[in-house]
């Protein structure tokens, strides 16, 4: 299986197999959720998977885009499905949120990766164009800011740091314009383009408004090029999630973010218990209504929420807990009886289950 990542990405094509052969096994954990309903970190065990159909008799092709975030866990969970059916392909692209949500509510696509819930535009164009969608919420993920390794200086970032630098009006172009003590070398940034449901949640929570950055940064919709990029500059800085992290944590080095209580670094364990803040986000996965008429999309569906705690922690984020696990099976099950209004109806849906 490939990945065609789209929008401003350049051409590349992952062969999943040695994409998911990099990446870290399981995390296990207690399973319980902390107060206001982030989850702890939890043991791998997924809820189990019973077809409704015999999988070796469906075909056809289920269309799956969007995130490059939510990317690495779809793009597990199809490959495995795909290997379990008679002749189904699962092709996985990549457009970033804001370019997937603009083909999923286009009607040309079946399955959306998400790193953000629907904003309240995208809904609309889903209504106008009559494409009714169900979200749910999968797993948890951190927005990463790293280095390069040989960058031995920046340990550490406060929030007002990081809005200088990103900021869209006379931003901080050298190291010593964030600190005094740091050298006068200027700075190659990385990041996801505008498209991205990563670029719009860091714009958020940093710079304070949804889509405002500057734009004098190298950019891709793939982070395999973030990566790559800041791993080759040793004067560059650049973020994506923490999945993509993980598995190439060899080549960069991720940098504590202090937003007011002290410097947290990225983990598992973080991100968990909420105190890497601002940059936890819940991750999200939505499915057309019009493609649930079909047997090989209900059925992807099924596998990938059954197995989503599973595949979430395989490819390296964290889990969320039991309960939306099983109230996603619920609500999924409701869809495909017509038991179950969908989220779509003009307004922005209400993917997180809890």
């Known amino acids: 299986m490939t990945v065609t990542p789209r929008g401003n990405a350049p ?3 992952v062969v ?34 019973a077809p409704g159909v015999d999988l070796a008799t469906l075909d056809g092709t289920v269309s799956v885009d969007g995130s490059s975030t939510v990317w690495l866990i779809s793009a597990e969970v199809a490959e495995r499905f795909v290997g379990m059916t008679g ?12 370019g997937g949500f603009r083909r999923f509510c286009a009607g040309e696509t079946d399955i959306q990766g998400a790193s953000r819930p629907i904003s309240a535009e995208e809904a609309a164009a889903c209504a106008a164009a009559g494409v009714t969608y169900y979200g749910f919420e999968i797993a948890y993920d951190g927005i990463t800011v790293v280095v390069n390794p040989a960058n031995d200086f920046v340990q550490c970032l406060t929030v007002e740091q990081l809005r200088r630098l990103w900021m ?12 005094p003590a740091w050298p006068d070398e200027e700075i190659e940034l990385y990041g996801p383009g505008i498209a991205s449901g990563t670029f719009d949640s860091f714009t958020t929570e940093i710079v304070g408004e949804r889509g405002a950055s ?29 999945a993509y992290y993980v598995e190439t944590q060899d080549r960069l080095r991720a940098v504590a973010i202090d ?43 099924r596998f990938y929420l059954a197995t989503a705690k599973e595949s979430s922690e395989s490819v390296g ?31 922005p849906g209400t993917p997180a289950t809890r």
């Open 11 to 13: 051409p590349l094509t």
């Open 259 to 301: 937003a007011g209580a002290g410097c947290v670094a990225p983990s598992r364990e973080t991100i968990a218990d909420g105190s890497y803040r601002p940059l936890s986000r819940p991750l999200y996965v939505y499915v057309s209504g019009e493609s649930l008429a079909r047997p090989e999309v209900r059925e992807l569906m």
């Open 16 to 49: 999943l197999g040695i994409v998911i052969g990099l990446l870290l096994g399981p995390l296990g954990g207690t399973g319980q959720a902390r107060e206001g309903g982030t989850p702890s970190p939890v043991a791998a065990t997924p809820i189990p998977y």
């Open 168 to 179: 869209p009006d006379d931003p901080a172009r050298t190291w010593r314009d964030l600190d």
């Open 317 to 347: 984020y964290v889990a969320t807990d039991d309960a939306t696990y099983a109230a996603n099976q619920a609500k999924l099950d409701g869809a495909i009886a017509g038991a179950v209004v969908p989220d779509g109806s003009g307004a």
């Open 214 to 242: 500057r734009q004098d940064y190298i950019l891709s919709e793939n982070d395999n090029v973030l990566v790559q990029g800041v791993a080759d500059e040793e004067q560059s800085l650049g973020y994506f999630g923490f």
């Open 87 to 98: 002749d189904v392909e699962a092709p996985v692209a990549i457009s970033g949120t804001g």
